[in-house]
């Protein structure tokens, strides 16, 4: 009588491979974003203003950021 061990992990593979398809398309438009971001995008942004990212910046950099959105620079 022959025995067959049982593998769990076999359903979970099938099922990583199914966004796969759809990663380059993504990556291409995250890609085509960035370029439009930088050739059209504004010196400040609302991300420069939040109370949670001006909390991680040195005084130099609040200047720094503060002077662009204004657009001094």
Known sequence: M?????NPNIGSAVNENKGSAWR??????????EVIEMCFGSPG???????????NLT?????????DLMGLR
Not at 2 to 6: G, P, V
């Open 59 to 67: 005084v130099r950099d609040k200047t720094e950021s503060d002077v």
């Open 24 to 33: 380059p398309f993504t990556e291409l438009l995250a890609s085509v974003g």
């Open 2 to 6: 022959a025995t067959r061990a049982i």
């Open 45 to 55: 942004s609302i991300t420069s203003m939040d109370a949670d990212h001006r909390a």
